[in-house]
């Protein structure tokens, strides 16, 4: 993966990399609509959103975009609208948002395109109201990736839980459903348990270990954030004696989506098959890179994008599915991978 670079002719590069549909570039961190943007973050209880706001903080030291100080709604939808408003009232000409209740927020959308202020959706595509970008991967490729992962490694036969998300965001519900559909339709020998969890690590450690009581013979597990399930779920199955090295007698086959170094880690040491890497080194570089387009005025329009992604027309605006790897213990030590720079900057 590339590295950014300092001088004021590159930042200006990177930037026009965005899309081919970018036109100019301001070398002061200004722009020519200017600004400030109000940053709000959904979460900072599991690795994954920590990390992320790691990222936005580099990015912003960088000068990528002025912002007025990060917010966190903490997976509540009422927060995060008193959070847009304030932001709001504080003088934001864009928001980057990442409403985990989906259904919720389009309200405040509506408040926010009434006054003219354009908005980034990070990792979930709001249900209705008006957006400038989404960023994120594509959440129902995940469920086909994992399913088929486990269908080969399971030989279509055998007995699954799903560790579900929030079914009342978009992620939890393109992962669960394109993990159902594909099941289905190719590995019908294969019983998929499903345990809705809020995104709540205790919640799915609760309900494997009633999956557990009933059916002791668990062939494999599908965790749809491994920043908030792996250590659970790995503390639970070492307690009932069920977590085997992967190659040996009894393994239980697990398939992740999030791409921590923790996971990473899990897939070296055989606890763990795979993840699905969600990048959320480019989820903050190409919020902020939106942002700053935003207020400078710029325009996108569907097709590849020159950082290996695809933009796409959705109901309310446009969205970025940036790319997001298989990691196995194959290329778990691939220093491409967010996970692993973050290691190193340790």
Same mark, same amino acid.
């Not at 006054?115 to 957006?131: A, F, L, Y």
């Given at each position: ?107 405040? *959308? ?27 991967? /594509? ?26 998300? /929030? ?6 519900? /393109? ?60 503390? *639970? ?5 069920? *977590? ?50 935003? *207020? ?37 030590? /691939? ?12």
């Amino acid at each position: 993966m590339t590295r950014p670079r300092t001088s004021a002719t590159a930042a200006c590069a990177v930037l026009l990399a965005v899309a081919a549909t970018l036109t100019g570039c301001n070398r002061e961190s200004g722009g020519a609509g200017g600004g400030k943007v109000g940053i709000d973050m959904p979460r900072t209880d599991t690795d994954f959103w920590n990390s992320y706001q790691q990222y936005l903080e580099k990015g912003i030291d960088k000068g990528t975009v002025s912002a007025l100080p990060l917010s966190n709604s903490q997976n509540d939808i009422s927060k995060l609208v008193a959070n847009v408003q304030a932001l709001s009232d504080q003088g934001a000409k864009a928001i980057v948002m990442a409403p985990q209740d989906t259904g919720a927020v389009a309200s405040t *959308l509506e408040r926010l395109a009434e006054k003219k202020i354009p908005v980034i959706s990070v990792d979930t595509r709001p249900d209705s109201g008006r957006v400038y970008m989404v960023v994120r991967a /594509d959440n129902r490729a995940y469920g086909t990736r994992a399913c088929a992962y486990l269908g080969k490694k399971l030989g279509g036969k055998g007995r699954v839980a799903e560790l579900q998300g /929030d079914l009342s965001s978009i992620n939890g519900r /393109d992962r669960s459903r394109a993990f159902a559909s594909c099941m289905k339709r190719k590995y019908p020998g294969i019983t998929v348990h499903e345990l809705p969890t809020d995104w709540k690590g205790d919640v799915a450690s609760a309900k494997l270990q009633s999956l557990l009581a009933q059916h002791r013979d668990i062939d494999g597990i599908y965790m749809q954030a491994g920043g908030a399930f792996l250590q659970p779920t790995l503390a *639970l199955l070492e307690q009932k004696k069920l *977590l085997k090295p992967a190659g040996s007698v009894g393994h239980i086959t697990i398939v992740s989506n999030d791409g921590i170094p923790e996971e990473l880690d899990a897939i070296r040491s055989g606890k763990i098959d795979a993840t699905l890497s969600q990048p959320a080194d480019l989820y903050a570089t190409y919020a902020l890179k939106y942002a700053r387009a935003a *207020l400078d005025g710029k325009t996108f329009h569907p097709g590849r994008t020159d950082h290996g992604s695809r933009i796409v027309r959705i109901a309310g605006g446009l969205e970025d599915q940036l790319p997001a790897p298989l990691v196995t213990k194959k290329n778990a030590d /691939d220093p491409g991978l967010w996970a692993n720079q973050l290691e190193k900057r340790k």
